[in-house]
């Protein structure tokens, strides 16, 4: 390929110009999806992880033209509605068919499906992409609780409905969770990271987080899962590297470890006699 | 087109005339008949029976969630309320109204045939239906309550190791029974609108609701032996030690989701076609237009059925072993042929005589809500965003914007086609009483679930974390609860206060298709005679000969004296 | 005849291609053996009623210039009414309930379904020669 040649006198200009007016327009744009605050969250919020704050601009994105969308149809409705009320008893003029009108409403829609599969496409590549990273939190969910072990450490954690097993994870480092089941179907849901994936059992689903804030958050199980799947809760404490990394040589303590078997037959016990199905119950960390 | 001849059709009966029927009477009749008329109206009691007993199920799940700690059940009765909730309302009301009571009563009518195809597995069908109704709800009554884990089964949480007793058998049972149900309503519909239309009925003049009854009947013909087929392999590991759904022998958990909801996401149509079809026929009665885009309609209505076998895994987007992208683009593509069913009815009314009779009420209180959970449905196709609201009250909103869309759709049903049915109307200014409550009560109770959902209340919880702001959204979404509860008491007071007290007539609404050119309600063998089929509207044609349909750019005649709208 | 083959092959032709699609590109088999059923019972009505529509002249509900009176004669022959769909939906009960309560409920649940099988059939066979 040859080199391409320098643009003639005046070319330069035009080329400027349009890079200007493409900055401008790429300017408001880009600020509206940086910034999540100037445009309204539709009830949901960024979130505290990276991919949660994708997931949360596509969630304005498809906001903003199901109410472009929304509002223009109710805005045909009302009138059709309000404006043709029976008046009398003649017969209206019987039009039953437009075909650049019907053939309008249906490329329209087709236009915007595609807008919004693509912009589905990117979020859904960034979101799935299993990024490299040496920290991995094998999750187990059961009926009815979690268990968190950390590979390559003694760490482990377990607890059961409301006693809320608390997962460690450090802050600004990405976070490869295996997660699985030994029973029935569970739902690993936390809220602030705009996330949810079924630990099914027989099978290992993976993913990846990356906490951008330090902070406890609330996490439960979303999947019905038999009777105290209301309770089956756990919480997420996003900590920095170095308390994480101080957080793990706890478990190397021989007593600790002791410590957290016995927690592990309490629980147990506590459900057999049934305390935890009316316990009071509190929020964690919104 | 004035051309009205005597009785074109006869099917002899032995031992009797075929214009007067003297069949038994009292119970006997009830237990016998294969009149599609008698057997629609066993449907529809039947069905709004289950309508009453899941509403009070639903009632009693929102007073549960008022406050976070509810104690008017526990948490194994509230897992049993909502499975039946939701098994009731969909096997047991949603499908039957639509395909085996209005359905029943109405396609034969509207295409001007005598009966439905098959008499006889017709009655079938409802007997299987009320059995497997019994069935399913019997398991109230023995030891171990009913089945508790959810409409939808997943296993490995249904199999004999986590669900034991024999509830969770009487829901397979009875879902079997209702299946086999649903599947010969299916043949018996598909063959009574290919063989037993009258002459000039083809199959592009038929009314939207019969076409719509027809994709439907495909569409069950697709769908329920696929949920049949999977049920027995449920009972099969539950019973016969087979381990089809269960890690432990090799199975696959997963398998039951795929073949749930290649059953279910058919079923969403199967549930919702035919009310899209009342509500056509409704809006362009009550507009005195014919349907904007009928071929539109039509096309769309198909494309809705062949997309609808593609897209089953979008409930299983967090499963994490689907592919992504092929669900979410074939999901998202159903929003095309839905939207030009929303602009058609739109355009339907668009320069019409919009006459807001309760049942129109109805059809526009359709449209809202049914917009409504359209627009957040399209979110759900989307996996990234899924994955947020999964399993969360979004979802549960989404679904119940569509679902008490489809009841007002099939209220707005009831109170046009009741007449035909029983000659006699039903109370208008209860009735406008009734959609108030029923419409703004919908909302009031759908939205603040949207709400909670984004915050974060999965659903499916007896129980939740005392939060204040979950506790306020919970309260008003219960405070609307309670307006829907409201609306079908005033449908039942209505129902008693207009018991034969308004003659319909013929033909009260001005109506359009065949079934208003009988009487109300209609003979035996539905016609003493029909008019020439020239249109899909034969009724009007042979009322108002002077107001034919017209294609774009065509000029009415007849309508510029008429119409201050006309074109020049 | 003609609009309901070529609805029946439409739908079958489009599950035939998604089919071809979602297969290669999943391998998932459930959803793949599922859609290729869904082909095949749209294919297999659709293309009886498309070699009939070929091979019949049309039939008055098919013609757009049909005037009632072709319509006219037997179209069949029905029992005015009859009991045995109930027997038959009581016997399909219990055989659903001796799915759950035990075995026994088997004699009661198939004696009704032979009877109604039995009684129904000579029924249709009455009909037929009335």
Redesign the interface.
Known sequence: MPTPALPPQGAPDRSRRWRRVRRAAALPLAALVLSGCTVPGFGASPGDTTSSKSVFHLWQGFSIGAVIVGGITVGLMAWAVVRYRRKGDHIPVQHQYHLPLEVFYTVMPILIVFGLFAATLVVENKETSNPKTNVTINVNAFQWGWQFTYPGSNALVYGQTTQSPVMEMPVNTNVHVNLTSTDVIHGFYVHAFNFSRYALPGVVNQFTFRAENTGTFFGQCTQLCGLYHSLMWFRVKVVSPAQYAQWLATFNNPAAAAAAAAAIKTTNEELASGVASKASYTKFGR | MT?V?DP???????G?GHEE?H??TGIL?W????DHKVIGMSYTVTAVIMLVIGGAFAEIIRAQLAS??G?LVS??Q??ELFTMHGSVMIYLFAGPFAFGALANIIVPIQIGA??MAF??????S???Y???S??MLSGFFVAGGAAN??WVG?A??SNSL?TPG?GA??W???L??TG?SAIFTGVNL?ATI?Y??????????MPIFTWNMLVTA?LI??AFP?LTAGLIML?CDRHFGTHIFS?AGGG????WQ??FW?WGHPEVYILALPFFGMVTEVIAVF??????????MIFAT?SI??LS??V??HHMF?????????F???S??I??PT??K???W??T????????STSMLMA?GF??TF??GG??G??LA????D??T???YFVVAHFHSIVMALVLGAMAGLFYWGPKITGYLLNERLGKAQFWFLFLGTQVFTFPL??LG???M??????????PQWKTLNDISTAGAVMIGVSTIIFVVNIVVSWKKYPAGDNPWDAQTLEWFTTSPPPHHNFYR?P???SERPTWDYN?PD??????GEH?VH?VH??E???A | MKVEAKVLLSLGTFFGLMCAVYWNWSLENAGGVMMFAGMLLCFLPGSYYYWWSRRMKPRPEDNPQATQPEGAGVIGTFPGSSIFPFVMGMGAFFVVLALVFGIWLLVPGLGLVVWALLGGTAEGRRGGHH
Not at chain 2, 318 to 326: A, I, N, R, S
Not at chain 2, 547 to 552: A, E, G
């Open positions: 051309d001849l074109p059709v006869h099917i002899e009966h032995h009797e029927h069949g038994p009749n237990l016998t008949s294969t976070p700690n104690t948490l194994a509230y897992n005598p009966d008499p006889r597995l017709n009655a079938l409802y007997w299987l009320l059995t497997g019994i069935t884990f959810g997943y490995p949480l986590n024999s058998d009487l397979i049972g009875g079997l029974l086999f598909c290919f037993l239309r009258a002459p000039g009925m083809t199959m592009f003049r495909i013909l697709l696929v009972y890690v696959v958990p997963v398998l795929h073949i290649f507009s005195r237009k014919p349907v904007f885009g009928y071929k539109g198909l059925a062949a076998l593609g089953w895994a967090t499963t994490g072993v689907v592919l992504l992208p092929f979410s683009i074939m998202l593509l929003a095309v939207g030009i929303m602009f058609n739109i355009g009314m668009w320069k019409g005589q919009v006459w807001f526009v449209l809202f917009l409504v627009l957040t399209i979110y989307s996996p990234p965003l994955f947020f999964h399993d969360t949207y709400l984004l915050y974060g999965p659903r499916r919880v007896g129980v939740y974390p005392a939060d029909l020439q089929i020239r108002h107001h034919r349909s017209l294609h774009h009415d309508g008429e119409s709208e006309a074109p």
